[in-house]
Nanobody
Framework: QVQLVESGGGLVQAGGSLRLSCAASQSTFGSYAMGWFRQAPGKERDFVATVNWSGGSTTYADSVKCRFTISRDNGKNTVYLQMNSLKPEDTAVYYC?????????????????WGQGTQVTVSS
C-alpha cells in the first residue's frame, strides 16, 4: 500500500514563499516519477510540476515556470515543491502523486497514487 502525505501548506501573502513536502511510505520511491497538481474550488485538477525517478528531469506548467521548483530526495522518500513569488491565483489544494513509471507526465490520469492534499491560500 502506497501512502503519500503532503505537508507545508498554509496562508501566505502575495509575493511570499512556501515549501510543500510529500513523504512516501514505500521504499521503492526512487524508482518512480512524482508530480504535483492543484485544484481550486469549482475547477479541475491542474498539472503543476513533475520530476522523473532520479530528479534529473523536470517539467512545469507555464503558469508556474520560474517561480516553482520541484525536487526530490530519494534517501528520504520525499518530493518537494518550492513555491516563490506566490500569487492569489496560486490558491488551491495541492496534491502530490506517484506514477508506476520512472518518467514524468502532466496528465492526472497517468498517476496511480495520490495524497490527501494540502491547502495553499495566497492573500492579496
Amino acid at each position: 500500500q502506497v501512502q503519500l502525505v503532503e505537508s507545508g501548506g498554509g496562508l501566505v501573502q502575495a509575493g511570499g514563499s512556501l515549501r510543500l513536502s510529500c513523504a512516501a511510505s514505500q521504499s521503492t520511491f526512487g524508482s518512480y516519477a512524482m508530480g504535483w497538481f492543484r485544484q481550486a474550488p469549482g475547477k479541475e485538477r491542474d498539472f503543476v510540476a513533475t520530476v522523473n525517478w532520479s530528479g534529473g528531469s523536470t517539467t512545469y506548467a507555464d503558469s508556474v515556470k520560474c517561480r516553482f521548483t520541484i525536487s526530490r530526495d530519494n534517501g528520504k522518500n520525499t518530493v518537494y515543491l518550492q513555491m516563490n513569488s506566490l500569487k492569489p491565483e496560486d490558491t488551491a489544494v495541492y496534491y502530490c502523486a506517484r506514477r508506476v513509471l520512472g518518467y514524468g507526465s502532466s496528465r492526472p490520469s497517468d498517476y496511480n497514487y495520490w495524497g490527501q492534499g494540502t491547502q495553499v491560500t495566497v492573500s492579496s
